[in-house]
């Protein structure tokens, strides 16, 4: 049987799908720069400005390496003022909407962020044997998107007009596959010679990190993750690798982790510090 959390998300999201065929009450915002990629040391990272009357608003795509998750923030205007637990995102028009958690920030210049750990251009969907399924779409599916839909949260609906991702998706992998060979041991042509050692791990997640909703209804996770850790010792990036659960549980994992998680950092056959990879993977049990 379904828990009840699960039909609140269904009957929420179908309300959703329905809206999304519409374009009343929904503020269009088109692209006004084209998509820069750029390699960073931890991550890749495509971004794009879009404008909407008088107000802009980017879009941020981050990836820490190879995956079908991705972190996703959106800033400007219209993210302002979140409230509610949960948003509804969706690639369209194909793609369909999912509902999750999100995480409401500002900017070091101020302004609004909405911030989403583990985001796929497909959500992943429940089958027959009640486990859930992530699907990885093609390069066709891909070039079928046309916007990116936000609503719920207390926002009013807007689009970013995206257009045909099959060519960002490609200049991502490149650029991941390039970033991952740093992060390789030397055995296998990279550069880490001695891995990040953790330092309190069982300090890294808190009883207060579990999603308030989910431990309502009595609901468990199980979550693999790859934490970046760069030569300070501390995680930069937070890539959700796989999971069993709705996409809640994961911001709170990612958002715990990369305040929490420390490390002797990695180093080189010199002895230098050097950025690596950490994967873990954590259950929730409630109680």
């Keep these: 049987m379904r828990s009840p959390i699960f039909a609140i998300l269904t009957v929420a999201l179908a ?11 929904a503020a269009i915002y088109q692209p006004s720069t084209e998509w820069s990629v750029e390699r960073l040391t931890d991550r890749c990272v495509a971004r794009r400005a879009f404008t909407h009357e008088q107000d802009t ?3 941020v795509f981050e990836h820490g390496g190879s995956g079908d998750a991705f972190n996703v923030t959106i800033i400007g205007d219209a993210v302002r003022n979140t409230r509610g637990p949960l948003i509804s995102i969706q690639f369209g028009p194909e793609e369909k909407p999912s509902g999750r958690n999100y995480i409401s920030a500002k900017t070091r210049g101020g302004e609004a962020a909405l911030v989403l750990y583990g985001v796929r251009f497909a959500p992943a969907e429940r089958i027959a044997d009640g486990s859930l399924a992530v699907e990885t779409i093609d390069a066709e599916r891909m070039a079928a998107i046309e916007f990116l839909q936000i609503e719920r949260a207390g926002l009013k609906r807007f689009r970013l007009e995206t257009g045909d991702l099959s ?34 791990q069982g300090t890294w997640v808190q009883s207060s990190d579990y999603p308030g909703l989910m431990q309502k209804y009595g609901m468990g996770a199980r979550i693999a993750v790859r934490l970046t850790v760069g030569t300070a ?5 937070c890539q959700i ?3 069993t659960v709705p996409q809640m549980f994961e911001d ?36």
């Design 233 to 237: 010792g501390r995680a930069t990036f």
């Design 167 to 200: 060519e960002l998706g490609e200049a991502i992998d490149q650029c991941t596959a390039a970033l991952e060979k740093t992060f390789l041991s030397t055995e296998k042509g990279g550069r880490v010679a001695q891995g990040a050692v953790p330092l309190d």
């Design 15 to 25: 309300a959703s799908a329905t809206n999304t065929s519409a374009q009343e009450n």
């Design 57 to 59: 608003a980017k879009l």
């Design 241 to 243: 690798q796989d999971s």
């Design 252 to 287: 709170a994992l990612c958002l715990a982790l990369m305040k929490r998680a420390k490390f002797e950092p990695a180093l080189n056959d010199q002895g230098e510090e050097v950025p690596s990879y950490w994967n873990l993977t954590v259950d929730f049990k409630a109680g």
